[in-house]
């Protein structure tokens, strides 16, 4: 039972580049998110998902894209990576997207964007 | 507005003394309260939840948390700290009309001296 997968876990870009964070959970998990952590800030929702083909802004979705194409997968693109997007990155997963529904984390992606 | 308040950024405590870290949170519907911890290098476990009922909630770990309406408070304790709980704690409120997301503090960070 892997939970909610995250890779890679260290990446570092230059300016301008892009990439994607990958985010796979295999508990059937209707919703799915991504948070950014930055020390002193605690966790600050990106976009999230409440299933297939249904994704949404969170608080700081500017310079990310996110696509749910299956139940399982919920990528981060990152399409010009700019010094302030560096962070820890963490997928989070629930059975359903209520606030009242337990997070699933994944073990997080540190991304430094020189 | 919403809001969660964690007073503490950091707190040393020695090991096998008691521990209560503090939250206080605004929220304007019925609370759902969530305390999680982080470990270093890793992603967000929850400790305990608080829905509705008997008001001191158990968690793992041998933590337990008070919720308190009239202070809008939902603190963390632990009678004896062991030097394996030195990690970061995190409180979050949410509800059953809070459109997915959570509102978290911005955490912190115990300190286990031996």
């Known amino acids: 039972n892997a939970g909610v997968t995250q890779t890679p876990k260290f990446q570092v870009l230059k300016t301008g580049q892009s990439m994607t964070l990958q985010c796979a959970q295999d508990m059937n998990h209707e919703y799915m998110s991504w948070y950014r952590q930055d020390p002193g800030m605690g966790l600050r929702l990106i976009h999230y998902?409440?299933?297939?083909?249904?994704?949404d802004q969170g608080e700081v979705p500017n310079g990310y894209n996110v696509s749910r194409s299956t139940t399982e997968d919920f990528p981060l693109r990152l399409l010009s990576a700019a010094p302030s997007q560096t962070s820890v990155y963490f997928c989070?997963?629930?059975?359903?997207?209520?606030?009242?529904?337990?997070?699933?984390f994944g073990a997080g992606s540190r991304l430094t964007v020189l | 507005a919403q809001s969660v308040t964690q007073p503490d950024i950091h707190i040393t405590v020695s090991e096998g003394a008691s521990l209560e870290l503090r939250c206080n949170y605004s929220?304007?519907?019925?609370?759902?309260l969530f305390w999680y911890v982080q470990s270093p290098g890793q992603g967000l476990q929850l400790l305990l939840k608080y829905f509705s009922g008997d008001t001191l909630v158990q968690g793992i770990k041998g933590f337990e948390a008070e919720f308190k309406r009239s202070q809008s408070s939902f603190n963390l304790r632990k009678p004896s700290v062991h030097w394996s709980d030195a990690a970061e704690y995190f409180c979050?409120?949410?509800?059953?009309?809070?459109?997915?997301?959570?509102?978290w503090g911005a955490g912190t960070k115990l300190i286990i001296k031996p």
């Open positions: 989070a997963s629930s059975l359903q997207g209520t606030g009242a529904n337990v997070l699933t």
């Open positions: 979050a409120v949410g509800g059953m009309d809070s459109n997915y997301q959570l509102i």
């Open positions: 998902s409440v299933g297939a083909g249904i994704t």
């Open positions: 929220y304007g519907a019925t609370p759902y």
